[in-house]
Structure formats: structure tokens, C-alpha cells
């Protein structure tokens, strides 16, 4: 059961440490998912009220978003290169 509820936080111990956790400690696979639940709904919301502005607003900041999703790919690429084999998750 503890590697099963290590794969359940796994990816809010990078995206989220476990200080900003709403529901306490994040390898209880129950307070993981009421985060998940919590940072979904805030996404939610910022979208729901980007489309609510209307297309207009969603064109003018497309360039903006575009720039952020490339910076990210290009992100993810440097982290591939520059990790080392022993720089995975402990």
C-alpha cells in the first residue's frame, strides 16, 4: 500500500510542495486528491471566466499563453538534458 500512495501525490510534490497542501499531509491518498479536487477547481474558474470575457479577451492574451506553453517545452527539454541519472525522485 505505500507505493500506491506515493504514485498518488507524485506529481503534486513538483508542482505543489507540500507546505502550500490545503488538506494536511499529501501522501495520504485521500488529502491528495482534495487538493487535486481544490487546484481543479481554481483552474476551473480562471477558465471558465477567461471564456466568460469572450473571445476577444481569449484572442489578445494567445500570445501570451502561446509564449508560456513554448518557454514550458523548452523547459522540460533543459531539465531532460541536464538531469543526471542519480537526479530522479527519492
Avoid: W
Amino acid at each position: 500500500m505505500k507505493a500506491e500512495s506515493s504514485s498518488y501525490c507524485g506529481v503534486q510534490n513538483y508542482m505543489v510542495p507540500e507546505e502550500a497542501s490545503i488538506f494536511g499531509d499529501i501522501s495520504v491518498p485521500v488529502n491528495a486528491f482534495n487538493n487535486y479536487r481544490i487546484y481543479g477547481t481554481c483552474l476551473f474558474i480562471v477558465m471558465l471566466v477567461s471564456v466568460l470575457v469572450g473571445v476577444r479577451f481569449v484572442s489578445k492574451v494567445s500570445v501570451l499563453v502561446l509564449f508560456c506553453v513554448v518557454i514550458s517545452i523548452f523547459c522540460i527539454y533543459i531539465g531532460i538534458f541536464a538531469a543526471g541519472a542519480d537526479d530522479g525522485p527519492q
